[in-house]
DNA sequence: AAATGTGAAGTTGTTCACAGCT
DNA sequence: AGCTGTGAACAACTTCACATTT
Protein backbone atom coordinates (compact mmCIF):
# COMPACT_ATOMS: atom_id res chain seq x y z
CA UNK A 1 0.00 0.00 0.00
CA UNK A 2 1.39 3.62 -0.84
CA UNK A 3 0.54 6.60 0.93
CA UNK A 4 -1.01 9.44 -0.54
CA UNK A 5 1.62 10.82 -2.16
CA UNK A 6 1.00 12.92 -5.22
CA UNK A 7 -2.00 11.20 -6.79
CA UNK A 8 -1.03 9.53 -10.88
CA UNK A 9 -3.74 10.92 -12.71
CA UNK A 10 -4.51 9.62 -16.48
CA UNK A 11 -3.67 11.97 -19.26
CA UNK A 12 -6.99 12.00 -20.60
CA UNK A 13 -8.55 12.76 -17.32
CA UNK A 14 -6.21 15.24 -17.04
CA UNK A 15 -7.55 16.60 -20.23
CA UNK A 16 -11.36 15.96 -19.65
CA UNK A 17 -10.83 17.67 -16.11
CA UNK A 18 -9.60 20.84 -18.28
CA UNK A 19 -13.12 20.72 -19.94
CA UNK A 20 -15.32 20.09 -16.84
CA UNK A 21 -13.79 23.35 -15.53
CA UNK A 22 -15.33 25.33 -18.55
CA UNK A 23 -18.50 23.58 -18.34
CA UNK A 24 -18.69 24.82 -14.44
CA UNK A 25 -17.78 27.89 -14.84
CA UNK A 26 -20.65 28.37 -17.72
CA UNK A 27 -23.12 26.53 -15.42
CA UNK A 28 -21.72 29.00 -12.52
CA UNK A 29 -22.75 32.25 -14.64
CA UNK A 30 -26.47 30.49 -15.38
CA UNK A 31 -27.22 30.68 -11.08
CA UNK A 32 -27.00 27.66 -10.53
CA UNK A 33 -24.89 25.97 -7.16
CA UNK A 34 -25.49 22.44 -7.49
CA UNK A 35 -24.97 19.89 -10.72
CA UNK A 36 -25.41 16.30 -11.07
CA UNK A 37 -22.54 14.12 -12.57
CA UNK A 38 -25.57 13.27 -15.25
CA UNK A 39 -26.10 17.12 -16.01
CA UNK A 40 -21.95 18.06 -15.90
CA UNK A 41 -21.08 14.74 -18.06
CA UNK A 42 -23.73 15.98 -20.81
CA UNK A 43 -22.40 19.41 -20.88
CA UNK A 44 -19.04 17.63 -21.39
CA UNK A 45 -20.05 15.40 -23.77
CA UNK A 46 -18.80 12.07 -22.00
CA UNK A 47 -21.40 9.64 -19.75
CA UNK A 48 -21.33 10.08 -16.04
CA UNK A 49 -19.71 7.26 -15.00
CA UNK A 50 -16.73 8.48 -16.63
CA UNK A 51 -17.12 11.93 -15.02
CA UNK A 52 -17.40 10.63 -11.50
CA UNK A 53 -14.11 8.36 -11.94
CA UNK A 54 -12.48 10.83 -13.17
CA UNK A 55 -13.28 13.32 -10.33
CA UNK A 56 -12.29 10.08 -7.76
CA UNK A 57 -8.66 10.04 -8.56
CA UNK A 58 -8.39 13.41 -6.70
CA UNK A 59 -10.92 13.28 -4.11
CA UNK A 60 -14.81 12.97 -3.23
CA UNK A 61 -16.79 15.85 -4.04
CA UNK A 62 -20.09 15.25 -4.34
CA UNK A 63 -22.96 14.75 -1.69
CA UNK A 64 -24.87 11.63 -2.55
CA UNK A 65 -28.80 12.59 -3.28
CA UNK A 66 -27.43 15.41 -4.13
CA UNK A 67 -24.61 16.39 -6.42
CA UNK A 68 -21.63 18.31 -6.30
CA UNK A 69 -20.99 22.06 -5.51
CA UNK A 70 -20.55 24.08 -9.01
CA UNK A 71 -18.18 26.35 -7.00
CA UNK A 72 -16.32 24.12 -5.00
CA UNK A 73 -15.97 21.66 -7.78
CA UNK A 74 -14.65 24.34 -9.80
CA UNK A 75 -11.99 25.28 -6.82
CA UNK A 76 -10.80 21.90 -6.59
CA UNK A 77 -10.45 21.33 -10.42
CA UNK A 78 -8.73 24.76 -10.92
CA UNK A 79 -6.25 24.16 -7.93
CA UNK A 80 -5.54 20.88 -9.45
CA UNK A 81 -4.82 22.28 -12.67
CA UNK A 82 -2.70 24.92 -11.43
CA UNK A 83 -4.23 27.78 -13.40
CA UNK A 84 -5.94 29.29 -10.26
CA UNK A 85 -2.10 31.19 -10.60
CA UNK A 86 -1.01 33.03 -13.61
CA UNK A 87 1.21 30.91 -15.34
CA UNK A 88 4.03 32.60 -17.37
CA UNK A 89 4.73 31.31 -20.91
CA UNK A 90 6.81 31.91 -24.01
CA UNK A 91 6.75 31.93 -27.48
CA UNK A 92 9.09 30.81 -30.26
CA UNK A 93 8.22 31.69 -34.00
CA UNK A 94 6.16 34.38 -34.52
CA UNK A 95 5.03 33.53 -38.38
CA UNK A 96 1.28 33.44 -39.45
CA UNK A 97 0.14 31.06 -36.25
CA UNK A 98 2.80 32.50 -33.77
CA UNK A 99 1.14 35.77 -34.02
CA UNK A 100 -1.95 35.08 -34.09
CA UNK A 101 -1.58 32.66 -30.74
CA UNK A 102 0.21 36.15 -29.30
CA UNK A 103 -3.26 37.84 -29.81
CA UNK A 104 -4.95 34.94 -29.01
CA UNK A 105 -7.47 36.14 -25.95
CA UNK A 106 -8.11 32.61 -24.96
CA UNK A 107 -4.70 31.84 -23.38
CA UNK A 108 -5.05 34.97 -21.08
CA UNK A 109 -8.45 34.03 -20.16
CA UNK A 110 -7.36 30.68 -18.96
CA UNK A 111 -4.47 32.03 -17.07
CA UNK A 112 -1.98 31.78 -18.94
CA UNK A 113 -0.03 34.51 -19.57
CA UNK A 114 3.04 35.21 -23.31
CA UNK A 115 5.82 36.80 -21.34
CA UNK A 116 8.13 37.07 -24.00
CA UNK A 117 8.50 36.14 -28.02
CA UNK A 118 11.00 35.04 -29.75
CA UNK A 119 11.90 34.56 -33.73
CA UNK A 120 14.89 34.47 -36.08
CA UNK A 121 14.02 37.63 -37.69
CA UNK A 122 12.92 39.62 -34.89
CA UNK A 123 13.81 42.92 -36.73
CA UNK A 124 11.31 41.67 -40.06
CA UNK A 125 8.27 42.00 -37.14
CA UNK A 126 8.72 45.54 -36.01
CA UNK A 127 6.45 46.39 -38.48
CA UNK A 128 3.41 44.56 -37.56
CA UNK A 129 1.99 46.05 -34.48
CA UNK A 130 1.85 42.82 -31.56
CA UNK A 131 1.08 43.36 -27.83
CA UNK A 132 4.62 43.16 -27.08
CA UNK A 133 7.98 43.41 -28.16
CA UNK A 134 9.72 40.16 -30.23
CA UNK A 135 13.15 39.07 -28.79
CA UNK A 136 15.75 37.96 -31.25
CA UNK A 137 16.60 34.05 -31.05
CA UNK A 138 19.94 34.76 -28.96
CA UNK A 139 18.34 36.54 -26.33
CA UNK A 140 16.60 33.36 -25.24
CA UNK A 141 19.12 31.78 -23.02
CA UNK A 142 19.59 35.27 -20.48
CA UNK A 143 15.98 35.93 -20.62
CA UNK A 144 15.63 32.14 -19.11
CA UNK A 145 17.89 32.36 -16.58
CA UNK A 146 16.50 35.82 -15.46
CA UNK A 147 12.78 34.63 -15.88
CA UNK A 148 11.31 31.55 -13.97
CA UNK A 149 9.41 30.08 -16.87
CA UNK A 150 8.55 26.63 -17.46
CA UNK A 151 6.70 26.11 -20.36
CA UNK A 152 6.86 27.42 -23.97
CA UNK A 153 4.73 27.23 -27.20
CA UNK A 154 6.43 26.15 -30.40
CA UNK A 155 5.45 27.74 -33.42
CA UNK A 156 8.58 27.77 -36.00
CA UNK A 157 8.52 25.56 -39.16
CA UNK A 158 9.29 21.74 -39.09
CA UNK A 159 13.03 22.13 -39.65
CA UNK A 160 13.42 24.90 -37.09
CA UNK A 161 11.62 22.98 -34.77
CA UNK A 162 14.04 20.05 -33.21
CA UNK A 163 17.07 23.12 -32.66
CA UNK A 164 14.51 25.23 -30.84
CA UNK A 165 13.77 22.86 -28.61
CA UNK A 166 17.35 21.62 -28.10
CA UNK A 167 17.41 25.45 -26.82
CA UNK A 168 14.40 25.02 -24.93
CA UNK A 169 15.52 22.19 -22.92
CA UNK A 170 19.24 23.37 -22.16
CA UNK A 171 17.88 26.54 -20.49
CA UNK A 172 15.50 24.68 -18.01
CA UNK A 173 11.82 24.50 -20.14
CA UNK A 174 10.02 21.44 -19.42
CA UNK A 175 6.87 21.46 -21.34
CA UNK A 176 6.70 22.06 -24.98
CA UNK A 177 3.44 22.62 -26.90
CA UNK A 178 4.69 22.00 -30.38
CA UNK A 179 2.79 23.35 -32.94
CA UNK A 180 5.17 22.19 -35.93
CA UNK A 181 4.96 19.53 -37.95
CA UNK A 182 8.18 17.73 -36.66
CA UNK A 183 8.18 14.79 -33.93
CA UNK A 184 10.82 16.05 -31.24
CA UNK A 185 12.92 14.54 -29.31
CA UNK A 186 13.74 15.76 -25.67
CA UNK A 187 14.38 13.63 -22.31
CA UNK A 188 11.75 11.90 -20.72
CA UNK A 189 11.13 14.36 -18.07
CA UNK A 190 10.12 17.16 -20.59
CA UNK A 191 6.91 16.72 -21.59
CA UNK A 192 5.55 17.82 -25.21
CA UNK A 193 2.05 18.29 -26.66
CA UNK A 194 1.51 18.64 -29.99
CA UNK A 195 -1.04 20.15 -31.93
CA UNK A 196 -0.73 19.61 -35.76
CA UNK A 197 -3.58 21.68 -37.29
CA UNK A 198 -3.12 19.30 -41.14
CA UNK A 199 -2.79 16.11 -39.34
CA UNK A 200 -6.46 17.07 -37.46
CA UNK A 201 -7.45 17.77 -40.84
CA UNK A 202 -6.12 14.92 -42.52
CA UNK A 203 -7.69 13.08 -39.46
CA UNK A 204 -11.60 14.42 -40.27
CA UNK A 205 -10.91 13.67 -44.04
CA UNK A 206 -10.24 10.19 -43.44
CA UNK A 207 -13.39 9.98 -40.97
CA UNK A 208 -16.19 11.69 -43.46
CA UNK A 209 -15.52 9.68 -46.25
CA UNK A 210 -16.48 6.48 -43.94
CA UNK B 1 -23.43 -7.08 -34.13
CA UNK B 2 -20.96 -6.35 -37.36
CA UNK B 3 -21.87 -4.88 -40.29
CA UNK B 4 -19.08 -3.23 -42.24
CA UNK B 5 -16.77 -4.72 -44.88
CA UNK B 6 -14.09 -2.07 -44.92
CA UNK B 7 -11.29 -2.19 -42.56
CA UNK B 8 -12.65 -0.84 -39.06
CA UNK B 9 -9.10 1.38 -38.53
CA UNK B 10 -9.05 2.67 -34.89
CA UNK B 11 -8.69 6.57 -34.76
CA UNK B 12 -5.78 7.33 -33.10
CA UNK B 13 -3.61 4.44 -36.10
CA UNK B 14 -5.25 7.03 -38.31
CA UNK B 15 -3.42 9.63 -36.39
CA UNK B 16 -0.36 8.30 -36.48
CA UNK B 17 -0.83 7.48 -40.16
CA UNK B 18 -0.41 11.04 -40.86
CA UNK B 19 2.67 11.14 -39.04
CA UNK B 20 4.17 8.59 -40.77
CA UNK B 21 3.39 9.98 -43.75
CA UNK B 22 5.51 13.37 -43.14
CA UNK B 23 8.31 11.20 -41.94
CA UNK B 24 8.17 9.07 -45.30
CA UNK B 25 7.74 12.18 -47.14
CA UNK B 26 11.47 13.32 -45.28
CA UNK B 27 13.37 10.68 -45.90
CA UNK B 28 12.29 10.05 -49.44
CA UNK B 29 14.04 13.58 -49.80
CA UNK B 30 17.27 12.28 -48.39
CA UNK B 31 17.10 9.85 -51.23
CA UNK B 32 16.37 6.82 -49.34
CA UNK B 33 14.38 4.14 -50.74
CA UNK B 34 13.92 1.47 -48.37
CA UNK B 35 13.09 1.57 -44.38
CA UNK B 36 12.81 -0.80 -41.98
CA UNK B 37 10.13 -0.12 -39.11
CA UNK B 38 12.41 0.04 -36.82
CA UNK B 39 13.83 3.23 -38.44
CA UNK B 40 10.38 4.66 -39.33
CA UNK B 41 9.24 3.96 -36.08
CA UNK B 42 11.95 5.95 -33.93
CA UNK B 43 11.49 8.88 -36.89
CA UNK B 44 8.00 9.01 -35.75
CA UNK B 45 8.54 8.20 -32.33
CA UNK B 46 6.58 5.10 -31.24
CA UNK B 47 7.70 1.59 -31.14
CA UNK B 48 8.10 -0.52 -33.95
CA UNK B 49 5.83 -3.14 -32.98
CA UNK B 50 3.19 -0.08 -33.07
CA UNK B 51 3.99 0.87 -36.54
CA UNK B 52 3.79 -2.72 -38.10
CA UNK B 53 0.29 -3.12 -36.27
CA UNK B 54 -0.91 0.04 -37.72
CA UNK B 55 0.37 -0.46 -41.06
CA UNK B 56 -1.49 -4.09 -41.42
CA UNK B 57 -4.55 -2.72 -40.26
CA UNK B 58 -4.73 -1.97 -44.23
CA UNK B 59 -2.65 -4.60 -46.12
CA UNK B 60 0.98 -5.91 -45.92
CA UNK B 61 3.08 -3.57 -47.73
CA UNK B 62 6.68 -4.88 -46.33
CA UNK B 63 9.42 -7.24 -47.46
CA UNK B 64 11.13 -9.13 -44.91
CA UNK B 65 14.46 -9.33 -44.17
CA UNK B 66 14.40 -5.59 -46.12
CA UNK B 67 11.43 -3.17 -44.97
CA UNK B 68 9.35 -1.14 -46.51
CA UNK B 69 9.67 0.95 -50.24
CA UNK B 70 9.29 4.36 -49.12
CA UNK B 71 7.76 5.39 -52.65
CA UNK B 72 5.19 2.73 -52.16
CA UNK B 73 4.52 3.18 -48.57
CA UNK B 74 3.99 6.89 -48.81
CA UNK B 75 1.41 6.38 -51.79
CA UNK B 76 -0.23 3.88 -50.14
CA UNK B 77 -1.04 5.75 -46.82
CA UNK B 78 -1.30 8.41 -48.67
CA UNK B 79 -4.00 7.10 -50.70
CA UNK B 80 -5.98 5.95 -47.25
CA UNK B 81 -6.28 9.04 -45.73
CA UNK B 82 -7.83 10.93 -48.88
CA UNK B 83 -4.77 13.15 -49.46
CA UNK B 84 -3.75 12.54 -52.35
CA UNK B 85 -6.40 14.61 -54.03
CA UNK B 86 -7.31 18.17 -53.06
CA UNK B 87 -9.68 18.44 -50.63
CA UNK B 88 -12.00 21.96 -50.28
CA UNK B 89 -13.04 23.45 -46.73
CA UNK B 90 -14.53 26.05 -45.71
CA UNK B 91 -13.64 28.43 -42.67
CA UNK B 92 -16.08 29.88 -40.37
CA UNK B 93 -14.65 32.59 -37.80
CA UNK B 94 -12.45 35.15 -39.29
CA UNK B 95 -11.12 36.22 -35.76
CA UNK B 96 -7.49 36.11 -34.63
CA UNK B 97 -6.96 32.59 -34.97
CA UNK B 98 -9.06 31.94 -38.17
CA UNK B 99 -7.02 34.65 -39.77
CA UNK B 100 -4.11 32.89 -39.03
CA UNK B 101 -5.47 29.90 -40.00
CA UNK B 102 -6.32 31.12 -43.40
CA UNK B 103 -2.73 32.09 -44.21
CA UNK B 104 -1.72 28.74 -42.65
CA UNK B 105 0.85 27.83 -45.59
CA UNK B 106 0.26 23.95 -43.52
CA UNK B 107 -3.12 23.44 -44.82
CA UNK B 108 -2.21 24.23 -48.57
CA UNK B 109 1.02 22.12 -48.35
CA UNK B 110 -0.97 19.10 -47.06
CA UNK B 111 -3.69 18.73 -49.63
CA UNK B 112 -6.43 21.14 -48.28
CA UNK B 113 -7.65 24.25 -49.90
CA UNK B 114 -9.60 26.74 -48.37
CA UNK B 115 -12.75 27.57 -50.35
CA UNK B 116 -13.61 30.79 -48.52
CA UNK B 117 -14.53 32.13 -45.40
CA UNK B 118 -17.54 33.20 -43.68
CA UNK B 119 -17.92 35.85 -40.62
CA UNK B 120 -20.92 37.53 -38.71
CA UNK B 121 -19.19 40.98 -39.80
CA UNK B 122 -17.45 40.44 -43.18
CA UNK B 123 -17.36 43.84 -43.84
CA UNK B 124 -15.12 44.55 -40.62
CA UNK B 125 -12.66 42.56 -42.63
CA UNK B 126 -12.44 44.20 -45.91
CA UNK B 127 -9.05 46.51 -43.97
CA UNK B 128 -7.10 43.32 -43.24
CA UNK B 129 -5.48 42.26 -46.63
CA UNK B 130 -6.33 38.81 -46.65
CA UNK B 131 -5.90 36.16 -49.61
CA UNK B 132 -9.45 35.61 -50.01
CA UNK B 133 -12.47 37.46 -49.86
CA UNK B 134 -14.80 36.85 -46.68
CA UNK B 135 -18.19 36.14 -47.30
CA UNK B 136 -21.44 36.95 -44.37
CA UNK B 137 -23.24 34.28 -42.38
CA UNK B 138 -26.47 34.47 -44.84
CA UNK B 139 -24.27 33.20 -47.73
CA UNK B 140 -23.64 29.94 -46.19
CA UNK B 141 -25.98 27.96 -47.27
CA UNK B 142 -26.04 28.72 -50.60
CA UNK B 143 -22.21 28.39 -50.55
CA UNK B 144 -22.18 24.66 -49.33
CA UNK B 145 -25.88 23.81 -52.25
CA UNK B 146 -23.42 25.25 -55.08
CA UNK B 147 -20.52 23.36 -53.64
CA UNK B 148 -19.39 20.31 -52.91
CA UNK B 149 -17.92 20.98 -49.55
CA UNK B 150 -17.84 18.19 -47.00
CA UNK B 151 -15.47 19.61 -44.33
CA UNK B 152 -15.75 22.54 -41.94
CA UNK B 153 -12.90 24.97 -39.59
CA UNK B 154 -14.69 26.52 -36.97
CA UNK B 155 -12.92 29.30 -35.37
CA UNK B 156 -15.43 31.06 -33.70
CA UNK B 157 -16.28 32.77 -30.12
CA UNK B 158 -17.15 29.60 -28.19
CA UNK B 159 -20.97 30.97 -27.40
CA UNK B 160 -21.63 30.88 -30.94
CA UNK B 161 -20.36 27.82 -32.07
CA UNK B 162 -22.99 25.50 -31.92
CA UNK B 163 -25.70 27.89 -34.02
CA UNK B 164 -22.87 28.01 -36.42
CA UNK B 165 -22.36 24.12 -35.98
CA UNK B 166 -26.27 23.28 -36.14
CA UNK B 167 -26.02 25.45 -39.75
CA UNK B 168 -22.97 23.77 -41.19
CA UNK B 169 -24.92 20.20 -40.32
CA UNK B 170 -28.04 21.35 -41.95
CA UNK B 171 -26.06 22.31 -45.13
CA UNK B 172 -24.57 18.98 -45.60
CA UNK B 173 -21.10 19.36 -43.95
CA UNK B 174 -19.72 15.76 -42.00
CA UNK B 175 -16.58 17.06 -40.36
CA UNK B 176 -16.01 20.00 -38.39
CA UNK B 177 -12.44 21.10 -37.04
CA UNK B 178 -13.53 22.89 -34.02
CA UNK B 179 -11.39 25.46 -32.60
CA UNK B 180 -13.73 26.50 -30.18
CA UNK B 181 -14.03 25.82 -26.39
CA UNK B 182 -17.41 24.85 -27.03
CA UNK B 183 -18.58 21.61 -26.80
CA UNK B 184 -20.23 20.58 -30.12
CA UNK B 185 -23.70 18.60 -30.06
CA UNK B 186 -24.01 17.26 -33.33
CA UNK B 187 -25.53 13.74 -34.76
CA UNK B 188 -23.50 10.86 -34.41
CA UNK B 189 -22.45 10.62 -38.21
CA UNK B 190 -21.16 14.38 -38.12
CA UNK B 191 -17.27 14.19 -36.44
CA UNK B 192 -15.48 16.54 -34.83
CA UNK B 193 -12.21 16.81 -34.10
CA UNK B 194 -11.68 19.16 -31.05
CA UNK B 195 -8.51 21.55 -31.31
CA UNK B 196 -8.29 23.64 -27.76
CA UNK B 197 -5.48 25.80 -27.74
CA UNK B 198 -6.09 26.91 -23.78
CA UNK B 199 -6.34 23.12 -23.08
CA UNK B 200 -3.38 21.96 -24.32
CA UNK B 201 -1.69 24.62 -21.98
CA UNK B 202 -3.47 23.65 -19.13
CA UNK B 203 -2.58 20.07 -19.73
CA UNK B 204 1.32 20.85 -20.14
CA UNK B 205 0.78 23.11 -17.08
CA UNK B 206 -0.20 19.86 -15.06
CA UNK B 207 2.24 17.24 -16.05
CA UNK B 208 5.13 20.07 -15.84
CA UNK B 209 4.78 21.03 -11.99
CA UNK B 210 4.66 16.70 -11.47
C1' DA C 1 -35.72 8.99 -3.77
C1' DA C 2 -31.76 10.63 -5.76
C1' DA C 3 -27.18 10.57 -6.88
C1' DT C 4 -22.40 9.45 -5.57
C1' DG C 5 -18.36 6.29 -5.36
C1' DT C 6 -16.45 2.06 -6.86
C1' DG C 7 -15.37 -2.94 -7.62
C1' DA C 8 -15.90 -5.78 -11.54
C1' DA C 9 -16.66 -6.53 -16.31
C1' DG C 10 -15.88 -5.12 -20.74
C1' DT C 11 -13.41 -2.77 -24.36
C1' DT C 12 -9.69 -0.84 -26.68
C1' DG C 13 -5.00 -0.03 -27.47
C1' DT C 14 0.04 -1.39 -26.84
C1' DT C 15 3.91 -4.38 -26.45
C1' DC C 16 6.06 -8.80 -26.59
C1' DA C 17 8.08 -12.49 -28.76
C1' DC C 18 8.57 -15.43 -32.32
C1' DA C 19 7.10 -18.01 -36.52
C1' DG C 20 7.79 -17.44 -41.20
C1' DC C 21 9.45 -14.97 -45.45
C1' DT C 22 13.08 -13.13 -48.43
C1' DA D 1 20.67 -13.13 -41.19
C1' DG D 2 17.32 -9.61 -41.12
C1' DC D 3 12.90 -7.90 -40.75
C1' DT D 4 7.96 -8.35 -41.30
C1' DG D 5 3.38 -9.87 -39.71
C1' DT D 6 0.72 -11.47 -35.88
C1' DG D 7 -1.34 -14.25 -32.01
C1' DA D 8 -1.08 -13.81 -27.25
C1' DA D 9 -0.06 -11.26 -23.11
C1' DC D 10 -0.43 -7.06 -21.10
C1' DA D 11 -1.91 -2.41 -19.92
C1' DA D 12 -4.97 1.36 -20.03
C1' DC D 13 -9.28 3.13 -20.31
C1' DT D 14 -14.50 2.98 -20.21
C1' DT D 15 -18.81 1.39 -18.81
C1' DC D 16 -21.84 -1.20 -15.94
C1' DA D 17 -24.36 -1.99 -12.01
C1' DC D 18 -25.17 -1.57 -7.39
C1' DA D 19 -24.13 -0.81 -2.47
C1' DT D 20 -23.95 3.33 0.04
C1' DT D 21 -24.95 7.78 1.66
C1' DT D 22 -27.75 11.95 2.26
Known amino acids: MSKEARPEIPRKTVYRLSIYLRCLQRVKTNGIR ?21 LTYFGQFGTRGLGYDV ?28 TALLSYQGFQQEGFEI ?19 IHGMSE ?10 RMAIVAVPGPAAQAVANTLVENGIAGILNFSPAVLQVPDEVIVNNVNLAIELENLSYFVRG
Not at 41 to 47: C, D, F, I, T
Not at 115 to 133: G, Y
Request: hydrophobic share 40%; glycine share 6%.
Open 34 to 54: TVSSEALAKAAGVKSAQLRKD
Open 71 to 98: ELLEKMISQLLGTSSLQPVILVGVGNLG
Open 115 to 133: LAAFDLEPERLKSKSLPRP
Open 140 to 149: LPNFLREHPV
